[in-house]
Every structure is written in structure tokens, then in C-alpha cells.
């Protein structure tokens, strides 16, 4: 091989990087450029002319410094320290202005040039517009900083668990619960701040809606603080996704005043009643003693001198025994009225011999309705405040079928299951069509009505429902808490 040869084959080697590297150069998506030391930009490709906002290389090269496209002049100044410090800079966040004035972030990797000697003679580097991003990451962190504004200052106590382990909570749910920070509480069991005696029910209830969405979503329980005194919230709470994976997200209402409120209300609705029971069986008591007695000695009276009016006096026998049928007439109303106001039965044998007399009765006066009558799981008598409820709403069931039925059976089923007792009255008459809660179309509310009813058992910390359709019958269930 010649020299000339030789010398062509060598300038090929050399020439052929440079035409890679010329390669990248151009066609690089982002802004390639290079520099002499004071900042006079000597090469850029065409990425870096359309992102300045000119519309050649000619407009920039050797006419501009690096320093004029920076918003902040300092920006510069911590550039070319970092650069003297190191030699590089790598992801260096600023802003440039383009032509039109308008300003981009960029993010800038550079290092310095050097020539075949080794010595500095410039910086190169590329430029990279990170607006968008940057954009992004502003309202991002304005939407997260709107949201824990609202999450922090809420009046209710939010939370996320996740795993069954709370991951977070807010200010307000850790002062709810007596802490003072929400970092005393994250990472524990979700259910370590429920009462021993709600806790079963509501960590199955969180663990299951982890996985899926189940009901309730709202619903009351006993929470413990970190004294160990407890009060009353209510929960709601929602499946969703945290981080990425599955997880509830809910909060806390404190309801320890108003629950304190319905005990209020329920403990003086069951003394009024108590007081209204008092004055009944008062009354029914000076009934009988007092009517029942006074009509009893009438009628012995009136007996005494029906027998000894001469036989010849016929008309006299006669109006006599006209006035003894009134007198046992008047009796008998009396005997149904005190029974009515407070059956002895009840105080003396119990609920359940009294309502077999009551259906005795009851099917003496309408012998065309069958009535079957059935208890499980008594085996002793319940609470006598609880019996009265019990016989006062089956007395009004009875008297309203009576009434307004129309029907030709009667279904009743008494049930202890502890803690409970559980009342069922089904007939099959004519129903009605039902509003809200039960009441009638028209707002006929039958005797002591629906209102009645349900403040009696509300009373005990029970609930009643009443279900009805036309032509299908009703069906009225009480579930009371004996303890």
C-alpha cells in the first residue's frame, strides 16, 4: 500500500466518528450546543433553533450568549460555579427565555470542552424542555396542597387503612381519639381503637371492604381514646385504591353528644311511660275496687230482695231481674276495662299466660279469625318494663287487625335469642299501602299509632318494623335488647 494510500484510509478512520457524532448532533431531539468559554454559542443543532424560537442557526450562532437566554442571571452564575467545581452538571434545573419572550424550564447536562492539549475551551452540553413536566408537577403539588388543606383542616377525622394497618390519618381523627400526633396511630391494627365490644363486627366489615365495596358504608360504634374513656363515632367509609393497591379510605364523626342526647330522650320516654303504666294500673286498681266491689254488693242486694218479693208481684221479679242483668252487665265492662288498662295476669303469671288469655278472648269476640300463638327460648320471665311493651304493642296489633284487617289469620311468634327478644305479628288482611316508616297513605295511624309503637320500644333501645301490602297482610317485628 502507497502512502497516499495509507494517509487517505486513515483520514476515513478518523472522519467516520465524526460523521456519527455530527449524526447524533443534528438529528438529536433535544438541544444540542456548544460554547467558548465566555458564553458565546459557537454550535447548535436545528432541536435546539426551534426551541429557542428562531428560525436559523445563523441568527444565533456567534451572535448569542449563553447568559442572555437565562430568566435569572444567578441561575447562570450557579451554573459555571458547579461547572468549575466539578467539571459537569447533571439534570441542572432552570428557565430560559425564547425570542418571543416567553419562558421554558429546561433541564441542562454539560461538561467542559477541551481541545487535543487538554486545556478548557468551552462548554458543551444539551438542553432538554421540561415545561409540560414541570407544569404537571406545579399542579400537582397545588391539587395536593388544595387537598391536604381540606383533608387537615376538616372537621372530621379521616383516615386510610390499607392491609389492616391504618396508613394514614388526619390531625383531627389523632385529636378525636385523644392523640397528639397522627403518627401515634399510623402503622397500627384499624381496629385497636375500637371497643372490645364493637370490634368484632367492625374489623370483619373493614377487612372485607378492603377487597370490594360492601354495606353498610355509614354505620355507629364505640371507639376507645388513648386514656382508654370511650366515645361514640360514626363511620363512613368506601373501597378504593391507595398507592396503587386496594384499601379504605373513610372518616370519623364524633356522635358522643348526640348519642348522650338519645339516652336522654329515651331514658325520660320510658319514665313517661313507666308514670303512664303507674296511673293505669292505678286506675285499674280503684276500679275494681272501688266500681268492682260497689257493683258487686249491688248485685248481692238486689239478688236479696228479688228473692224476697212475694211471687205475686210479677212485674216488680221482673224489672228486678232486668236491673241484676244491668248490674252484671256493668260488671263485666268493668272486669274488661281494668284488664284492659293492666292486666293482673301480666303482673302475677307473666307475659305469656297473659297473651294466651288475650287471644282467648280475642277469639271469643271473632271466632272467624284463627289465631296461632307460638314462644321460643323462654324459659323465664323477661323484664316486667319489657313484657308491658311487649303486650301493649300486641295488644294495639290485635285491636288494629280487629278493626281494619279484615283478617282470617293471625300469626304470632314470640322468640328469646340472647341478647334479645324478638315479637312477631303477621295477618292476612287486606294491608295498606305504606309511606315512610311504616305509616298508612292518608296518615291514619291506627289507636296509638305507629308514632306510639316505636317510641315504646325506642325507649329500650329496640326497633320496629312494620311491613305492609295491599291485599297480602301485615307484618309487624320488634326486636328488643333484654340486657
Do not use: C
Amino acid at each position: 500500500m502507497t502512502g497516499t494510500t495509507k494517509k487517505t484510509a486513515k483520514k476515513k478512520t478518523v472522519r467516520a466518528p465524526e460523521q456519527r457524532f455530527r449524526s447524533i448532533f443534528e438529528h438529536s431531539p433535544a438541544m444540542v450546543y456548544f460554547t467558548n468559554l465566555d458564553g458565546m454559542i459557537l454550535d447548535i443543532n436545528e432541536a435546539g433553533v426551534k426551541m429557542m424560537g428562531y428560525n436559523s442557526r445563523e441568527e444565533i450562532e456567534g451572535l448569542m450568549h449563553a447568559r442572555s437566554v437565562y430568566e435569572d442571571p444567578t441561575d447562570r452564575s450557579r451554573f459555571l460555579k458547579s461547572m468549575e467545581k466539578t467539571g459537569s452538571v447533571q439534570d441542572f434545573e432552570t428557565r430560559f427565555r425564547r425570542l418571543d419572550g416567553t419562558v421554558m424550564d429546561v433541564m441542562i447536562t454539560a461538561a467542559m470542552r477541551r481541545n487535543r492539549k487538554g486545556d478548557v475551551e468551552g462548554y458543551e452540553g444539551f438542553v432538554i424542555d421540561v415545561t409540560d413536566r414541570k407544569r404537571a408537577d406545579r399542579a400537582l403539588h397545588d391539587s395536593e396542597e388544595k387537598y391536604r388543606t381540606v383533608v387537615e383542616n376538616s372537621l372530621s377525622g379521616i383516615f386510610v387503612h390499607q392491609g389492616g394497618l391504618f396508613q394514614f390519618v388526619n390531625q383531627r381523627f389523632a385529636e378525636m381519639l385523644g392523640y397528639d400526633r397522627p403518627d401515634e396511630i399510623t402503622g397500627r391494627p384499624f381496629w385497636e381503637v375500637i371497643h372490645p365490644e364493637d370490634r368484632a363486627l367492625v374489623k370483619e366489615r373493614g377487612l372485607k371492604r378492603e377487597k370490594s365495596q360492601i354495606d353498610p358504608t355509614q354505620y355507629p360504634f364505640r371507639a376507645i381514646q388513648k386514656n382508654g374513656s370511650t366515645i361514640w363515632v360514626e363511620l363512613r367509609a368506601t373501597h378504593a385504591a391507595y398507592m396503587g393497591k386496594p384499601a379504605v379510605v373513610g372518616n370519623f364523626i364524633d356522635i358522643t353528644q348526640s348519642k348522650k342526647a338519645e339516652e336522654e330522650i329515651r331514658h325520660l320516654s320510658r319514665r313517661l311511660i313507666e308514670v303512664s303504666e303507674e296511673e293505669k294500673k292505678k286506675l285499674a286498681r280503684d276500679l275494681h275496687d272501688e266500681f268492682g266491689q260497689a257493683l258487686t254488693s249491688l248485685h248481692f242486694d238486689l239478688e236479696a230482695v228479688h228473692r224476697n218479693t212475694p211471687p205475686e208481684f210479677t212485674e216488680q221479679r221482673k224489672r228486678f231481674g232486668g236491673i241484676i242483668e244491668t248490674v252484671e252487665r256493668l260488671a263485666d265492662s268493668v272486669r274488661k276495662t281494668t284488664s284492659y288498662l293492666r292486666p293482673d295476669l301480666l303482673d302475677h303469671l307473666g307475659l305469656i299466660p297473659t297473651l294466651e288469655w288475650y287471644i282467648q278472648e280475642f277469639t271469643g269476640r271473632w271466632p272467624d279469625v284463627q289465631v296461632d300463638f307460638q314462644t321460643l327460648g323462654l324459659k323465664k320471665r323477661l323484664n316486667p318494663e319489657i313484657e308491658m311493651v311487649l303486650y301493649r304493642i300486641f295488644q294495639e296489633g290485635l285491636t288494629n287487625i280487629s278493626k281494619h284487617a279484615k283478617a282470617t289469620r293471625i300469626e304470632i311468634m314470640l322468640t328469646y335469642s340472647h341478647p334479645r327478644v324478638i315479637f312477631v305479628i303477621r295477618d292476612d288482611g287486606v294491608g295498606y299501602k305504606q309511606l315512610r316508616k311504616g305509616s298508612a297513605q292518608g296518615g291514619n295511624l291506627r289507636g296509638i299509632g305507629l308514632l306510639s309503637m316505636r317510641e315504646r320500644v325506642a325507649s329500650f333501645g329496640g326497633s320496629i318494623d312494620i311491613i305492609s301490602t295491599p291485599g297480602k297482610g301485615t307484618t309487624i317485628r320488634v326486636d328488643i335488647p333484654v340486657t
